[in-house]
């Protein structure tokens, strides 16, 4: 009898060997704050996480940046503007098609190649921050496609994602009425911390006494396009929180301002 005919694409294993999974059941999972009430890097309650952001890292699009903040990892990449195909996307005024999505390795749980829930309220919040600064009048009937791939999730995704877009756009030479920079913060009734990693948001997703922020800042008129808060919190607390968020994006501008000079110096 003739044995199968082997998969040359495949690399099988010995037949006795086995998956290796990580048990982390056992591990209780850390608080927010310490124990003497300090973060878990050592950072100032308001303290942001150094930031490295290099535009045009991807040569076959029309612009893009690469950012990396703590342990997160992403690559944006802008394509267009180009014209509409179907004629029921006709617009005088153009598009902006968003869209992030998580590489399988980019955290503990493996993503699937279709866009789940968190992936898709993403992409629908980035679209709402750079459609508030980009002028869709520039380009009629036409349409900008930006991706964001993200290649390690070390918290505070979704700002990441949004500052990244911004440099983007700006690398693709769109027209904008000004950049867009996001931070994430988490807050309670005693303290608040901005750029959350990823350990603070899985704690603050575990303690209800805690509530998280996203918002997405346009620094030159001091306009929020996008704010996502998700908790119980008292109104003025959350006011608070916007304020302090406000002032945090300030300091990811000036990031932004440096990579797109030292972009222009080098063309």
Not at 49 to 59: D, I, K, L, S, Y
Not at 172 to 189: H, L, P, R, W, Y
Not at 230 to 257: D, F, N, P
């Amino acid at each position: 009898k003739m044995p199968p005919p082997a998969d040359s694409r495949r690399i099988c294993g010995p037949e006795e060997s086995f998956p290796v999974v990580a048990d982390t059941s056992s591990a209780p999972t850390p608080g927010v704050l310490q124990d003497n009430s300090s973060r878990h890097d050592d950072r100032g309650l308001d303290a942001v996480r150094p930031m490295f952001v290099q535009c045009g890292t991807v040569a076959q699009a029309s612009g893009s940046a690469f950012l990396e903040v703590g342990t997160t990892k992403l690559i944006c990449s802008v394509h267009g503007p180009r014209d509409t195909v179907r004629r029921r996307d006709f617009q005088l005024r153009g598009q902006i098609s968003a869209e992030v999505k998580f590489a399988p390795y980019a955290s503990k749980r493996r993503r699937g190649h279709q866009a789940d829930r968190e992936e898709s309220d993403m992409s629908r919040l980035l679209t709402q921050a750079v459609e508030a600064a980009v002028l869709l009048e520039k380009f009629p009937k036409a349409r900008v496609d930006v991706h964001v791939m993200v290649l390690e999730d070390g918290g505070a995704v979704l700002p990441s994602a949004i500052t990244a877009a911004s440099l983007a756009l700006a690398d693709a030479s769109i027209e904008m009425v000004d950049m867009v920079c996001g931070v994430a913060i988490a807050f309670n009734e005693r303290s608040i911390l901005v750029d959350t990693s990823g350990v603070e948001e899985e704690a603050v997703e575990e303690d209800r006494s805690w509530s998280s922020l996203t918002l997405a800042l346009m620094p030159a008129s001091n306009e929020v396009v996008a704010l996502q808060q998700r908790g119980h919190t008292s109104s003025q607390r959350c006011v608070e929180a916007i304020k302090t968020a406000a002032e945090a994006c300030l300091r990811v501008h000036q990031v932004q301002r440096q990579c797109l000079k030292a972009a222009i110096e080098q063309t």
